[in-house]
């Protein structure tokens, strides 16, 4: 399974284990459109540069291409011998680059599906495949431990780069096209000079596989995730760690300041922690609540957060020093979900009581009580403007509130949230 912004950040596409590529509005959670075709799971998915279009790799072996608002199969190609598990567009939208358990590199008219060249060399499966920014080049990772550099206009192998000890799993370019970074089961993450190709530094510190590792948008970290339950922030200029982030079962969840410059995790336990991402000092913890911790929010401005949990209320803090601010009680059950308003003004919590609540986080005061699930819920988001909230719940429905009134605006059901 994977999931991809479109270029303007405003859709997701995902692909899924029975077959189908779903697009959703990034905002609201609400399904837009469903691709089906593939005959088992849909692998990789992309979008073109322009966002018009969505690709994907099957466990059918095949790469379909779709228009990205309607959903229909525009072209497919056919040619690999195996499960295609990694996919990319060129930066200008005109080809498309497949990664397969079939140990090859495929390139593809994205406009008739057409083959246009197979790239072979790997000797086991290709898992990760990227083009440069400028297109000049392509990069694969595969399980025979090797990375792969590619002239994709000439689709001649450039380099074969040999320093993993494991299967590589991820590849991808900085913005910049200055370095590659690839994620390993060797559980290193490792960066290259995408000029030289030669090794530029060993991100150590996994203690098993990592299967993810991409470059923030200015090119300047490294993000990587690993099968040992943790995710890991590194500087790429000082080739060093700036925070890691430990998740010790599955209801592990972390959450970002929205400059960055902190992260609060939770393990599912009553205690919050609170990170510096550029420093590798202890984190702050955050003590008070009676039951475990299930979410958390920080205000726009990044100077307060809310945390949430199973005692049935939601606590606020300073985001700076973790100094305790108040307690809001009134829910019945377990508070799942918090959100603040895009001004910060109104706070909004979501229970196992089946009711979302509307507060004044700087008094205190409970302003509305929101009535109409039938469940839990699991997830809440202002609009842009504030003046009104969705509300999305284990019954399967979305119900959009006026956040002054208190008055249902609309609803809709969608099965994809039961």
Same mark, same amino acid.
């Given at each position: 399974?994977?999931?991809?912004?479109?270029?303007?950040?405003?859709?997701?596409?995902?692909? @899924? =284990?029975?077959?189908?590529?779903?697009?959703?509005?990034?905002?609201?959670? &609400?399904?837009?459109?469903?691709?089906?075709?593939? &005959?088992?799971?849909?692998?990789?998915?992309?979008?073109?540069?322009?966002?018009?279009?969505?690709?994907?790799?099957?466990?059918?072996?095949?790469?379909?291409?779709?228009?990205?608002?309607?959903?229909?199969?525009?072209?497919?190609?056919?040619?690999?011998?195996? &499960?295609?598990?990694?996919?990319?567009?060129?930066?200008?939208?005109?080809?498309?680059?497949?990664?397969?358990?079939?140990?090859?590199?495929?390139?593809?008219?994205?406009?008739? %599906?057409?083959?246009?060249?197979?790239?072979?060399?790997?000797?086991?499966?290709?898992?990760?495949?990227?083009?440069?920014?400028?297109?000049?080049?392509?990069? !694969?990772?595969?399980?025979?431990?090797?990375?792969?550099?590619?002239?994709?206009?000439?689709?001649?192998?450039?380099?074969?780069?040999?320093?993993?000890?494991?299967?590589?799993?991820?590849?991808?370019?900085?913005?910049?096209?200055?370095?590659?970074?690839?994620?390993?089961?060797?559980?290193?993450?490792?960066?290259?000079?995408?000029?030289?190709?030669?090794?530029?530094?060993?991100?150590?510190?996994?203690?098993?596989?990592?299967?993810?590792?991409?470059?923030?948008?200015?090119?300047?970290?490294?993000?990587?995730?690993?099968?040992?339950?943790?995710?890991?922030?590194?500087?790429?200029?000082?080739?060093?760690?700036?925070?890691?982030?430990?998740?010790?079962?599955?209801?592990?969840? =972390?959450?970002?300041?929205?400059?960055?410059?902190?992260?609060?995790?939770?393990?599912?336990?009553?205690?919050?922690?609170?990170?510096?991402?550029?420093?590798?000092?202890?984190?702050?913890?955050?003590?008070?609540?009676?039951?475990? =911790?299930?979410?958390?929010?920080?205000?726009?401005?990044?100077?307060?957060?809310?945390?949430?949990?199973?005692?049935?209320?939601?606590?606020?803090?300073?985001?700076?020093?973790?100094?305790?601010?108040?307690?809001?009680?009134?829910?019945?059950?377990?508070?799942? @979900?918090?959100?603040?308003?895009?001004?910060?003004?109104?706070?909004?919590?979501? !229970?196992?009581?089946?009711?979302?609540?509307?507060?004044?986080?700087? !008094? %205190?005061?409970?302003?509305?009580?929101?009535? %109409?699930?039938?469940?839990?819920?699991?997830?809440?988001?202002?609009?842009?403007? %504030?003046?009104?909230?969705?509300?999305?719940?284990?019954?399967?429905?979305?119900?959009?509130?006026?956040?002054?009134?208190? &008055?249902?605006? =609309?609803?809709?059901?969608?099965?994809?949230?039961?």
């Amino acid at each position: 399974m994977s999931a991809t912004f479109s270029p303007d950040g405003k859709r997701i596409a995902s692909g @899924s =284990a029975d077959g189908t590529v779903r697009v959703w509005n990034a905002r609201s959670g &609400e399904s837009l459109a469903t691709c089906t075709g593939h &005959e088992g799971w849909a692998n990789g998915v992309d979008y073109s540069p322009d966002g018009k279009r969505i690709a994907s790799g099957g466990d059918d072996r095949t790469v379909r291409i779709w228009d990205a608002r309607s959903c229909e199969l525009l072209v497919t190609g056919t040619g690999h011998e195996d &499960e295609v598990i990694g996919i990319d567009f060129d930066p200008d939208g005109r080809t498309v680059v497949s990664g397969s358990k079939d140990k090859t590199v495929r390139l593809w008219d994205a406009a008739t %599906g057409e083959l246009l060249e197979t790239l072979s060399g790997h000797t086991n499966h290709v898992y990760g495949v990227s083009f440069s920014p400028d297109g000049s080049r392509i990069v !694969s990772g595969s399980a025979d431990m090797t990375i792969r550099v590619w002239d994709a206009l000439t689709g001649e192998s450039v380099a074969t780069l040999t320093e993993h000890e494991g299967q590589v799993s991820r590849v991808a370019y900085s913005s910049d096209g200055r370095r590659i970074v690839s994620a390993s089961d060797d559980g290193t993450v490792r960066l290259w000079d995408a000029s030289t190709l030669e090794p530029s530094a060993i991100l150590a510190g996994h203690e098993s596989a990592v299967f993810s590792a991409v470059f923030s948008p200015d090119g300047a970290r490294v993000v990587s995730a690993s099968t040992d339950r943790t995710l890991r922030l590194w500087d790429v200029y000082r080739e060093e760690r700036l925070f890691r982030a430990l998740g010790s079962n599955e209801e592990s969840w =972390a959450i970002p300041s929205p400059d960055g410059s902190r992260l609060l995790t939770g393990d599912g336990s009553a205690t919050v922690s609170l990170w510096a991402t550029g420093s590798d000092q202890p984190p702050v913890n955050l003590t008070g609540h009676k039951g475990a =911790a299930r979410g958390a929010a920080f205000d726009r401005a990044g100077r307060r957060l809310a945390t949430a949990s199973d005692d049935g209320t939601v606590r606020l803090w300073n985001s700076t020093s973790g100094d305790p601010i108040s307690t809001l009680t009134g829910h019945d059950g377990p508070v799942v @979900s918090v959100a603040f308003s895009p001004d910060g003004k109104t706070l909004a919590t979501g !229970s196992a009581d089946k009711t979302v609540r509307l507060w004044d986080p700087r !008094s %205190g005061e409970l302003l509305t009580t929101l009535r %109409g699930h039938d469940a839990a819920i699991a997830f809440l988001d202002f609009n842009e403007d %504030g003046t009104q909230i969705a509300s999305f719940s284990g019954d399967g429905t979305v119900l959009r509130w006026d956040t002054s009134s208190g &008055e249902l605006v =609309a609803g809709l059901a969608d099965s994809t949230l039961r």
